[in-house]
């Protein structure tokens, strides 16, 4: 359990955090800062290089109150953006560009939402976390496919405007303002704040015909077109035989507002992928599953072993530093690996 950091030696990780440890990162310009999550949004930030006294409650607000959200929510920093991440709940997707700090200073906000000798008991105005326009994503105003809760949203590094998001049921929307200001607050019935990002509008583009109702399980970007990524699918083809895949291509055409769809699973069998990331130099696929990292060489159509060496175990993560020629693989109890790619 927690949340570990190496600082480059794969034989000692050090413990930075207790609790169920969920997504975690870093920024994107400010080599001090960190981030965590405990189960569901229970955000922590952290600008002290994730020193264990210094985590900051940034969860608070609305994005606290949704019900529904995932075991482990979707978090992530802002790859181009400093101080802006973005977070899924179990009504719809949420933005902060203050790194959660909301308008305190970092001893402020030490004194009010600090983990440990905060003086807020309950966290609910700690972080300044907004929904992302007027109409939640989970919500039935856009058709079929309502709720369970979010599960993926993802930036890009082509731009500073353009995000991804999807859900639980297979929707999928694209949004080319997701930094647009301003934020307007307004009250529920309780007096409790609500922070939207009113002008930020979205696009829905899964299609019914093509693409599963089933858990989105990760979004890659096209670095070089942000109209244009790849998506991949849990669970099993034989749960929506009208519908089957788990990789996808998917390009967004902003002229039209519509997108087309290719599948790229090919050969891949009923195997549900838990996570997908893109050589963009090469081109190739790396999906991850229950068995370990597979591969789809660019221009081919047949997934084989990433690499051998690999335990036969899930994996729950991979990211892939280009121009490094690096690939990491995080998995279910098992450590992280890396694999040099050529």
Request: include cysteine; hydrophobic fraction near 35%.
């Amino acid at each position: 359990n927690g949340t570990w950091q190496t600082e480059g030696n794969k034989k000692r990780w050090e413990n930075k955090m207790i609790g169920d440890g969920g997504w975690s990162g870093f920024d994107v310009t400010r080599p001090e800062f960190r981030f965590h999550t405990f189960t569901g949004v229970s955000i922590d930030v952290n600008l002290n290089n994730g020193t264990i006294a210094d985590w900051i409650f940034a969860g608070g607000g609305q994005m606290g109150r949704d019900a529904g959200t995932n075991f482990y929510a979707p978090v992530i920093s802002d790859p181009k953006v400093s101080g802006t991440m973005f977070a899924g709940t179990g009504v719809t997707a949420y933005r902060t560009t203050t790194s959660g700090l909301g308008t305190r200073t970092l001893p402020q906000a030490n004194a009010v939402c600090n983990e440990w000798t905060g003086s807020s008991q309950t966290g609910a105005e700690c972080g300044d976390f907004a929904r992302l326009g007027r109409t939640p994503l989970t919500d039935p105003a856009w058709g079929d496919r309502a709720g369970p809760a979010m599960a993926a949203i993802e930036r890009t590094t082509a731009d500073t405007s353009t995000a991804w998001a999807a859900t639980g049921s297979g929707r999928v929307f694209i949004t080319r303002n997701v930094d647009a200001a301003p934020v307007e607050v307004t009250h529920d019935d309780q007096g409790r704040e609500i922070r939207t990002a009113t002008e930020v509008a979205w696009t829905r583009l899964d299609d019914d015909a093509l693409t599963p109702n089933r858990f989105v399980s990760s979004i890659h970007v096209d670095p070089a077109n942000p109209n244009h990524a790849w998506i991949s699918y849990s669970g099993f083809e034989s749960n929506t035989p009208g519908q089957p895949g788990h990789v996808f291509e998917v390009t967004y055409d902003p002229g039209t507002g519509t997108s087309t769809w290719a599948n790229r699973s090919y050969d891949l069998r009923d195997i549900p992928v838990t996570e997908l990331v893109r050589d963009d130099v090469t081109g190739d696929l790396y999906a991850g599953t229950d068995f370990g990292p597979l591969r789809l060489a660019a221009g081919t159509t047949t997934w084989t072993s990433a690499a051998p060496g690999m335990p036969n175990v899930e994996i729950t993560g991979l990211t892939i530093l280009p121009q490094q020629r690096i690939l990491y693989a995080a998995t279910h109890g098992l450590s992280a690996w890396r694999l040099n790619l050529n």
